[in-house]
Nanobody, 117 residues
């Protein structure tokens, strides 16, 4: 299971860190990702990280502002979000895929991030 947390209400320019705690199974060899869904919009990819090697990939909209990382000991993936913009307002979801070529099949509940201008 994946449990996302850390959302909240912040002002533009602020930072926030989201956490995704994995439990119930091992996610080694998996790809852990963050997605978001803004009101009235489709869910979109934000970032992913490979659990074993720690290689990362980001959506253009967040590149340079967001950083995804993982703590193997805590079985947790983080999304550090800096220089937040109102357009970053969304429900953020963490998810897991068995490989880079697989679909994300394990999903956590979302955590709401609201950025005021």
């Amino acid at each position: 299971q994946l449990q996302a947390s850390g959302g909240g209400l912040v002002q533009a320019g602020d930072s926030l860190r989201l956490s995704c705690a994995a439990s119930g199974r091992t996610f080694s060899n998996f790809v852990l990702g963050w997605f978001r869904q803004a009101p009235g919009k489709e869910r979109e990819f934000v970032a992913h990280i490979t659990w074993n090697l720690g290689s990362t990939n980001y959506a253009d909209a967040v590149k340079g502002r967001f950083t995804i990382s993982r703590d193997n000991a805590k079985n947790t993936v983080y999304l550090q979000m800096n220089s937040l913009k109102p357009e970053d307002t969304a429900v953020y979801y963490c998810a897991a895929a068995r490989s880079l070529s697989s679909s994300f099949v394990f999903w956590g509940q979302g955590t709401l991030v609201t950025v005021s201008s």
